[in-house]
């Protein structure tokens, strides 16, 4: 690998697959893939997602990695366009080639067109949407829980409730019985249950884009139990050959990553200190 003689140590995966997959990035940069998910990874969790921005530190790092490694892509359930927005890609240096997979691969943005790609919406989430409001107050549960419209899916959110754990759990069961009768499946995250289309998820898209680029290594990172699908996909892929490393923007909240990941960060500021130490390592002399 090219190191940079004042680059930071980097971290060791505590797995040996993760070791690998570490190893394989740095002999190859060229020929790896990249990706993070948003909320929780790029961005600190906010009360309001709609105040969401990615840390301070995580666009320069990406865009110092970026021209040296096959792509850089940030696979998330927002819209991809609230996802470049919040997270101020477009137009930076360096990110030319950068690709968001919002909507869990249901629509793709390109920094090379600044354009989203996406197929019809599913009828099940405008229906489901309209019913929302009124399902919750028949069951006593609006108060403190709130509707997060997201095009393409629809959330129901309990962080502000008195008892926010307590809200979720409650909701987790009328909801699924919701979705299901509108053709969806409801997501879990950090106190927040998504009513999306089934067929998507981030595995899907981290699989399916991997396999685009022809990547011979891959490292993803999430926090949230909608990274799991991920973390299935680069385990997959490993048992075919393609060495991956699994990171975990740590939290309290959730247990599931850190229990499943090759390294742990501590949250957003831990991933942008390991993307700029990455970065350093693959800079030329």
Do not use: N
């Amino acid at each position: 690998m090219a190191s940079h003689p004042d680059a930071a140590s980097l971290p060791s995966p505590v797995t040996m697959a993760g070791r690998d997959g570490l190893d394989a990035i740095l002999a190859r940069p060229d020929k790896a893939v990249l990706a993070f998910d948003f909320d929780g990874t790029l961005a600190p969790i906010v009360p309001d997602p709609e105040q969401a921005r990615a840390h301070p530190d995580a666009v320069p790092a990406l865009a110092a990695l970026a021209p040296r490694v096959a792509s850089v892509a940030v696979v998330t359930g927002r819209p991809a366009g609230v996802a470049v927005r919040y997270g101020g890609f477009a137009g930076v240096p360096g990110l030319d080639h950068l690709v968001v997979l919002g909507h869990y691969g249901a629509e793709r943005w390109d920094a090379v067109t600044g354009t989203v790609r996406a197929p019809a919406p599913h009828p099940g989430v405008a229906a489901a949407r309209a019913e929302l409001p009124g399902f919750l107050d028949g069951i006593g549960a609006w108060q403190g829980s709130w509707i997060e419209e997201k095009g393409r899916a629809v959330a129901v959110h309990t962080r502000r409730a008195q008892d926010p754990q307590a809200a979720f759990e409650a909701l987790r069961e009328p909801l699924a019985q919701l979705a299901h009768r509108h053709g969806l499946i409801v997501e879990p995250g950090r106190l927040v249950l998504e009513l999306r289309p089934p067929g998507m998820d981030k595995g899907v898209a981290l699989g399916e884009y991997v396999r685009e680029v022809g990547a011979e290594s891959v490292l993803y990172c999430g926090d949230d139990l909608g990274d799991l699908p991920a973390f299935a996909a680069v385990e997959k892929l490993r048992s075919d050959g393609v060495p991956g490393l699994l990171v975990c923007s740590g939290s309290t909240e959730v247990t599931e990553l850190t229990d499943r990941a090759d390294l742990v960060v501590p949250g957003p500021e831990g991933v942008a200190q390991l993307l700029t130490t990455l970065a350093a390592h693959l800079a030329p002399h």
